[in-house]
């Protein structure tokens, strides 16, 4: 079946470093996208999304970057903080026949290193 | 806004016994979905509503799971009998419209001896 992974499931970074956490999806039909952050305890919780007919798009501390030719998505944390360890899911969402699947990977763990 | 509310948080019970997770999604979000998280799998979508009505349930592991939505505001899923392999956190997540993000509430640790 189709599914989105992660290439890397723990990333160490030094403490005001920037993060590069990657995922890849299989779906060339998938036309949107989103980053959950999800400490322990918690939920998922909405950091970034992106469309399809986007390859980039920027928030706060935050860039998502889209390739559709290789079907990547990637973030990027700026200035990487101790409170942005957690473990970061990208999502891919896929609308077909009046259906929607949200498909999630497997997670990144992200570490930061005082 | 209270976000999406989960309740219990933590439920231990013993094989055998009916399970019942509680949800209540954000007022004014029109789908609910039900996800389940383990180490081996990761998130799993089990089944999602909109508009009160069941509209894919192809997650829903067997007919020992059911879930419900009998108004806009309160949503169960259902386990019985429960069995060691349904040991989970268990997610419930709303959104308003489509193409907007789910979001998630704090989910119920489910542990089934």
């Known amino acids: 079946g189709e599914s989105v992974g992660l290439h890397l499931p723990t990333l160490s970074v030094q403490e005001g470093d920037n993060s590069i956490i990657n995922c890849a999806y299989s779906?060339?039909?998938?036309?949107?996208f989103i980053w959950y952050k999800q400490e322990s305890g918690k939920g998922p919780q909405f950091i970034i999304d992106?469309?399809?007919?986007?390859d980039k798009r920027q928030g706060q501390r935050v860039t998502v970057l889209l390739n559709k030719t290789v079907k990547h998505l990637s973030l990027q944390i700026a200035a990487t903080q101790p409170g942005d360890s957690a473990v970061y899911f990208c999502?891919?969402?896929?609308?077909?026949?009046?259906?929607?699947?949200?498909?999630f990977g497997t997670g990144t763990k992200l570490q930061v290193i005082p | 806004d209270a976000g999406v509310i989960q309740s219990p948080r933590h439920e231990v019970t013993e094989m055998g016994q009916e399970v019942t997770l509680r949800c209540k999604p954000i007022?004014?979000?029109?789908?609910l979905f039900w996800y389940r998280q383990t180490m081996m799998r990761g998130l799993e979508l089990l089944i999602y509503?909109?508009?009160?009505?069941?509209?894919?349930d192809s997650g829903m592991p067997e007919d020992r799971f059911s879930a419900k939505m009998p108004n806009a505001s309160f949503s169960t899923l259902k386990i019985q009998p429960s069995e060691p392999r349904d040991s989970a956190v268990y997610f419930c997540?709303?959104?308003?419209?489509?193409?907007?993000?789910?979001?998630f509430g704090n989910g119920t640790r489910l542990t089934v001896t």
């Open positions: 997540a709303s959104r308003k419209i489509i193409n907007s993000p789910l979001h």
């Open positions: 007022s004014g979000h029109d789908y």
């Open positions: 992106i469309r399809s007919n986007m």
């Open positions: 999502a891919e969402i896929l609308y077909s026949g009046g259906y929607q699947k949200v498909t």
């Open positions: 779906n060339s039909a998938s036309d949107y």
């Open positions: 509503f909109n508009n009160n009505v069941p509209i894919d």
